[in-house]
């Protein structure tokens, strides 16, 4: 079965959680590669709803071992909150592993976010505050802390002495902000250390051994390629890498054991956040697409940018992700639309483009190029197969494979997924 990638192809939000689900009901592993709280999956199963914003979501599969991995900063209250919710919700934890090389979020991270959001005035991001940039910078800069420190406290301590006059330094002479103290960090993290002890070890030996017996391990990643920190649309992007590459480097695999890439895509565009979105509808069918879309986030529950499906942005996924296999997500959203619209190309100052700019002045600023469908005008959600969608629904979908340059293997309506006869390969 080997190593299946997947990744989102767009902003983030397109439904990767309930697409790991399904390919977790016969895995070995789940590994989450990247991203912290700042973002997370809702799934539903038998009538329940699950909220993930760091343990795996093939978590409610108990023979699946579940890896928070390497290139993950998580925050342990929330961590901890979000275990208590899952155990009380029925799920299974005992196979849970937190990497031990995974970097944590400390508590002066998310008032350093705040503080440094609002210190940018007109530019901000639109960060979710939960210290997620900060972590991964000090992750960077080599002052992080690990999740192995949490066993061992007297390192802890002796880095603390280090890090953490820096981070005062910061918080009171540039910022008039009150400082952190050692003792009640080091009292913090220590009731995190005994209550997450159980699930801290090196995964490496696990993961290995489930690749080299062929066992399907999944790996699941965080957000969109277009929030990418060196492919997206930089500055408004996130502080990790939500493409393949980082996938495999979150996770500590080689890139010859993945068999499949599987690009999951909304049958339209969603972003969160401020930056450039060039199919965006700020009109009264952006609001039509996200109510019907119950377009707001798991984590935060911001109300989504919406817009039509991008396919520069989604041939541009395809081709820096190697994906080979397209989820296509919500397509039921689009059911009443007389018209669908799909952006083929982009134009700026006169010249014709097929993919997104780097240049972010630019890409505000393009003027994209549509192709018009017509609608199905009929409820697709009690579809169960290709076969029973209506005709243009099947049309509309064969387009986007066209555009985007990948085959479309598995749809889905509402909370259900129907899957088209495999094209190239079986997931």
């Not at 196979?95 to 705040?114: G, K, Q, T």
């Not at 390192?155 to 910022?175: A, H």
């Not at 051994?209 to 957000?223: D, M, N, P, T």
């Not at 010249?351 to 005008?377: F, Q, R």
Request: net charge negative.
């Amino acid at each position: 079965m080997g190593v299946i990638v997947c990744v989102g192809g767009q902003w983030g939000d397109e439904g990767k959680g309930k697409v790991v689900d399904l390919l977790a009901e016969s895995a070995r592993v789940v590994l989450r590669s990247q991203g912290g709280n700042n973002a997370g999956h809702t799934v539903v199963v038998d009538g329940r709803t699950f909220k993930f914003n760091l343990v795996p979501s093939g978590i409610l599969h108990p023979e699946t071992v579940c890896v928070i991995g390497n290139g993950v900063v998580l925050d342990p209250k929330v961590l901890l909150a979000e275990i208590a919710a899952l155990e009380e919700a029925g799920a299974d934890l005992r196979n849970l592993v937190i990497s031990e090389r995974a970097h944590m979020i400390m508590p002066y991270h998310p008032v350093l976010d705040r503080l440094e959001e609002a210190a940018r005035g007109d530019d901000r991001l639109g960060t979710t505050y939960r210290g997620v940039g900060p972590a991964y910078s000090d992750k960077v800069r080599r002052i992080g802390f690990r999740v192995g420190d949490l066993q061992k406290l007297s390192f802890l301590e002796k880095k603390l002495n280090f890090v953490l006059p820096l981070k005062n330094d910061i918080l009171v002479k540039l910022y008039e902000a009150p400082p952190f103290t050692k003792e009640e960090i080091l009292a913090e993290y220590t009731e995190y250390a005994s209550r997450l002890d159980r699930f801290i070890k090196d995964p490496y030996p696990l993961v290995q051994l489930a690749v080299a017996q062929g066992h399907r391990v999944i790996l699941e990643g965080a957000q969109g390629t277009m929030l990418d920190l060196d492919l997206g649309t930089y500055p408004y992007v996130t502080s990790s890498y939500p493409s393949s590459g980082g996938a495999l480097a979150g996770a500590g695999i080689g890139p010859r054991h993945v068999t499949a890439t599987v690009g999951v895509f909304k049958a339209y565009t969603t972003r969160v956040g401020y930056g450039p979105f060039p199919t965006e509808l700020e009109d009264e069918l952006g609001e039509y697409l996200r109510e019907r879309g119950a377009e707001y986030g798991t984590t935060t529950g911001r109300a989504r940018r919406v817009g039509w499906f991008d396919g520069p942005v989604a041939s541009y996924a395809v081709g820096v992700n190697g994906i080979d296999s397209i989820a296509l997500t919500k397509l039921d959203v689009l059911d009443e639309m007389e018209v669908v619209r799909i952006c083929t190309g982009y134009l700026s100052k006169g010249e014709a483009h097929d993919h997104p700019m780097a240049n972010i002045s630019h890409l505000k600023h393009l003027e994209p190029v549509y192709e018009e469908l017509p609608g199905w005008g009929c409820s697709t959600r009690e579809a169960r197969s290709f076969a029973d969608l209506p005709e243009l629904a099947q049309r509309y979908v064969a387009r986007i494979e066209e555009v985007a340059g990948a085959c479309v293997d598995l749809i889905s309506v509402v909370a259900v997924s129907l899957k088209k006869k495999w094209r190239r390969q079986a997931w």
